[in-house]
C-alpha cells in the first residue's frame, strides 16, 4: 500500500498525550505494535521537572524513538528549564500544550488558556529557544476557547505563534469550553470542524499541522491525511487506549512499512517480559495498558475482569508477569482464535 506523504515527506501518525495512560508503560506497548508512530508522554507541568527528580518524569526507553515530551506552564523561565532538562534526555520534540481545558491549567493561566495570550506562548517559546538546542518545539492547541472562537482569532494565533518560530501546530479540531464542561466532555462535546484545520494548511503553506480529534479508524487517518488536504500528519488519542490493536496496522496501511506481525498472544507475552523488571510499581499501572488489547473480541469482558481483579489479589503482588500469564491462559480456554490473530 503506498505511504501517506507530503511534499515527498512522510506524514506523521502520533499517539496523543492523554493524562494517565501515556506512559512509559503504554507506550512500550504502543512500540510493540508500531515502529513508526510518533509517542509522546503525558502533560508533565515544567514545574514537577523543575522542583523535582527529572528521572520520575522523562524516563524513556530507548526503542521508544520519536517520542515527544508535552510540557504545561506558563511562566517563560521555568518552562525553558524544563524544556532544557527534556532535551538533555534526547527527546526528539518539545511540545507546547496550549489545549487542555482543566480547572486545575486554568487556574494556573496554561493549557487551553494560553490560547488567549498568543505573545504569552511567544515569550516561551523564545525562551525555550535559549535552551533546547536543534530540538524543535511545537505547539498543541484547540480551535479556539470559550467566546473566541472564531477562525479569525485561530489565524493570528497561529501567525502570532509561528513568528517566534514555532514550524508544527497539532489542533484538536475541537473549541475549548473552560467554563460549562469537564474534561471529559470538552473531547466529545464541541463540534468538530475538520475544515478549519484544512483550511489552515491552505492559509499557512509554509507551516505544518496535523489534525486531533474524533479519529477511529485506519480509514479515517488515511482521509485526513489525502494529499488535498495539505496536512503534515494526525493524532489519535482513545482508540489507541480503547483499542490498542489498531495501532498495529498503522505501519502496513499508512507508512507502506512491512507493519506488525505479531499476534496479540505474542504482544501480550512480550509486555509481560518488560513489566516484569518493573514489579516494584503498582500492578495496576502496569496492567491497565492490556486491558483493551482483546476488545471487539468475544468474551474480551472476562479477559478484562481477570485483569483487573487480579492486579488487586494479593498473589500477584509484585509478580504482574504471572498474572498476564495467566490471564492469556484463562482467555485462550474462553476464545483461542483470538490469541492467534494477527494483522496479515
Not at 53 to 71: C, G, M
Not at 176 to 201: H, I, M, Q, S, T
Not at 339 to 344: A, F, G, I, R, S
Amino acid at each position: 500500500m503506498e505511504a501517506a506523504s507530503v511534499a515527498g515527506k512522510s506524514k506523521v501518525v502520533a499517539i496523543a498525550p492523554m493524562l494517565d495512560i501515556t506512559n512509559i508503560y503504554f507506550r512500550h506497548l504502543i512500540r510493540l505494535l508500531s515502529k513508526r508512530v510518533t509517542l509522546y508522554t503525558e502533560m508533565i507541568a515544567a514545574s514537577a521537572i523543575v522542583m523535582s527528580t527529572p528521572d520520575k518524569f522523562l524516563r524513556y526507553n530507548s526503542n521508544e524513538h520519536p517520542i515527544a515530551v508535552q510540557l504545561g506552564g506558563s511562566d517563560p523561565e521555568r518552562m525553558a528549564k524544563a524544556a532544557g532538562i527534556c532535551a538533555a534526555y534526547g527527546y526528539d520534540e518539545i511540545n507546547i500544550n496550549c489545549g487542555c481545558p482543566s480547572p486545575k491549567v486554568k487556574e494556573g493561566s496554561f493549557g487551553a488558556a494560553l490560547m488567549l495570550n498568543p505573545p504569552g506562548v511567544c515569550a516561551i517559546v523564545d525562551a525555550m529557544a535559549k535552551t533546547v538546542g536543534n530540538v524543535p518545539v511545537t505547539v498543541k492547541c484547540r480551535l479556539g476557547v470559550d467566546d473566541h472562537d472564531s477562525f479569525e482569532e485561530l489565524t493570528k494565533f497561529v501567525a502570532t505563534v509561528s513568528s517566534s518560530g514555532v514550524k508544527h501546530f497539532i489542533i484538536h479540531a475541537r473549541k475549548a469550553f473552560l467554563d460549562g464542561l469537564n474534561p471529559k466532555e470538552n473531547r466529545n462535546v464541541p463540534l468538530l470542524k475538520y475544515d478549519w484545520v484544512y483550511e489552515l494548511a491552505r492559509t499557512f503553506p509554509g507551516l505544518e499541522f496535523s489534525l486531533n480529534g474524533g479519529l477511529k479508524s485506519i480509514e479515517e487517518m488515511r482521509e485526513v491525511m489525502g494529499e488535498e488536504k495539505k496536512l503534515a500528519g494526525c493524532m489519535i488519542g482513545r482508540v489507541a487506549y480503547d483499542n490498542p490493536w489498531i495501532v498495529g496496522r498503522i505501519d502496513r496501511e499508512v507508512y507502506g512499512d512491512q507493519g506488525c506481525d505479531l499476534s496479540r498472544k505474542e504482544i501480550a507475552l512480550k509486555y509481560s517480559e518488560f513489566v516484569d523488571k518493573e514489579a516494584s510499581t503498582c500492578n495496576g499501572i502496569l496492567i491497565k495498558p492490556l486491558i483493551f488489547l482483546f476488545a471487539g473480541e468475544k468474551d474480551s469482558n472476562k479477559y478484562r475482569r481477570f485483569l483487573a481483579e487480579g492486579s488487586r489479589e494479593e498473589k500477584y503482588k509484585g509478580n504482574p508477569k504471572q498474572l498476564i500469564e495467566d490471564a492469556i491462559e484463562h482467555f485462550s480456554q474462553l476464545n483461542p482464535s483470538a490469541l492467534n490473530k494477527t494483522h496479515d
